[in-house]
């Protein structure tokens, strides 16, 4: 597991995040909410309510997170199969990217 979940640390985001991977932006998003306290907006920390769709496009691109477009009309729209679990790969991969490596 710590060799996927440390490739999917390094996958390219797209949007307004060019150049960015995914480690520097959950950095950024814990800066963020360490910075800005309460007046931290959940609802849209980098300019963007869909902020979640940020991590789980790109990752879902790269094979880490199963992708469907559920309008036929908009196959382009894409979004995780199952988003709990897409959900619960992020949490994991947070915890991974602050984990001690010096903790058993």
Do not use: C
């Not at 931290?40 to 991590?55: A, E, V």
């Amino acid at each position: 597991m710590a060799e996927e979940y440390g490739r999917a640390l390094g996958v390219g985001l797209e949007g307004g995040f060019e150049g960015w991977t995914v480690r520097r932006y959950l950095r950024e998003l814990l800066s963020a909410v360490w910075s800005d306290g309460e007046g931290f907006s959940g609802k849209g920390p980098f300019g963007n309510s869909d902020w979640d769709y940020d991590l789980y496009l790109p990752l879902g691109r790269a094979g880490f997170i199963e992708l469907e477009a559920p309008n036929p009309l908009y196959p382009d729209q894409l979004v995780p199969r199952d988003e709990r679990a897409a959900h619960v790969f992020v949490s994991d991969l947070i915890l991974f990217a602050l984990r001690d490596p010096d903790a058993p």
